[in-house]
């Protein structure tokens, strides 16, 4: 019997796109889902070429070519574990797991070193761009061992996205290092679009700007800097009109729901003493926006100032205002996202490349934009670079455009909208350009009330004071 190339499991949209990608590509393609899911049999009733729906795991195994490979694309967490037990016992040396999911990176490395002990070869990797994406072309982060990597290599290469001809792929690193920048990736995702909604919201608050005025301008900033397939598509969904003939997005609930990765990569940079304010508050806002009962009654009781709109004469600048805000504000989230990346990079042991990072995320991915080309260039120059904020490509643009966001945290503030994201990115931004700070009161005061010590500026060593005597 004529062998299968790979398998790929799980026929959610994701599992089903990503083998059809593979399909279209000329692979022969096992699918198999744990309950006969509808797409399995609709693939029944219509086969597609390269596709052979298999409805058990052992004829899903007998069915690929050895040494076989596996591809997971089901829930992250306990069902990835259940599955691998499930599978276990139908591998032989060297055959490869591949775990296409949201995987936490902690449990992508304990099932890394289980099946290293087990001879599986494992690759935690992870895929961004979506239903779409994963169809037509994902960026693929794939961590593991080089071994794994280069038996589907070639596959990788064939289904990813590609920017200008090269393709959206790269061997990240060892066990953890895929799904850790795929976390990192959503993380940034997270600030993206909550900078875009806060944009958003001052334009329709502060200018009173309609659905199509706001699509409109979104559309011109796609044409610029900002350009990324977040700012393309949120133009569109602001003029997407109903079958009613109104705008969908007024009649959307402001309630952000999340999946966890923003929160992990919230966790990872409090374990890893990362200042990741950006994304973490991007994280905060979606919770604070779940709480809409409390929201309801705290606007019944809590009084902040009355709003106004920005005069005709002013209009023009603020609108430049928020998009150059926008641009820093981008900035400084993914400098804070990258030094993260660069810090578990040292504690994992992963050796992260991260001219290759920006480079597989400028086509496929979520957060791909035309200015990951300069991130790209920054680090191809230095991997070692200390933070974005300081190098020379960015220097000129960020020195003009801290007034702006300056500005707009300023207006809204003053009209009492909240601006969290926006807020927390200036405040990096002054904190971390700031020769003096307020620190020497927080270790006076842990002194004060622990014995904790402090240094001294005028002194080496540890000091201690009777501070109540
Ligand atoms: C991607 C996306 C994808 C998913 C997010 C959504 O890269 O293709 O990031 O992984 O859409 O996990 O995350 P939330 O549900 O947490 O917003």
Known sequence: ?????????????????????????????????????????????NPISGIFPIFSLKEFICSLKKPRCVILMIKAGAPVDDLISLLLPYLEDDDLIIDGGNSFFKDTISRCNLLKEKK??????????GEEGALNGPAIMPGGTKKAYKRI?????????????????????????????????????YSDMELIAESYFLLKILLGMNNKEMSDTFCIWNTGELSSYLIEITSQI?????????????????????????MWTAQSALELHIPLSVITESVFVRYLSSLRSQRFIAATILKGPKCKIIDSKNRKDFIEDIRKALFLGKIISYAQGFNQMKEASQKYLWNLNFSNIAKIFRAGCIIRANFLNDIMSSFSENNELINLLITPLFQDVINE???????IVTVAMKNGI???????????????????????????????????TYKRVDKIGSFHLDWAH
């Open 238 to 262: 602001l003029r997407k009109k109903n079958s009613q003939g109104k705008y969908e997005l007024d009649f959307i609930l402001d309630e952000a729901s999340h999946k966890g990765t923003g």
């Open 418 to 452: 909240a601006v969290p994201v926006f807020s927390a990115a200036l405040s990096y931004y002054d904190s971390y350009r700031a020769i003096n700070s307020s620190a020497n009161l927080i270790q006076a005061q842990r002194d004060y009330f622990g014995s904790h």
């Open 153 to 189: 290599s070639d596959v990788f290469k064939n289904i990813s996205a590609k920017y200008n001809n090269e393709a959206c792929v790269q061997y990240i690193g060892p066990n953890g290092a895929g799904h850790y920048v795929k976390m990192v990736h959503n993380g940034i995702e």
């Open 120 to 129: 599986i070869l494992f690759l935690g990797t992870g895929i961004s761009g």
């Open 1 to 45: 019997m004529l062998k299968n190339d790979l398998g790929v499991i799980g026929m959610g949209v994701m599992g089903k796109n990503l083998a059809h990608n593979i399909a279209n590509h000329g692979y022969k393609v096992s699918v198999f889902n744990r309950s006969i899911s509808s797409t399995t049999k609709i693939l029944v009733q």
């Open 401 to 407: 455009y801290q007034n702006s966001l300056r500005r």
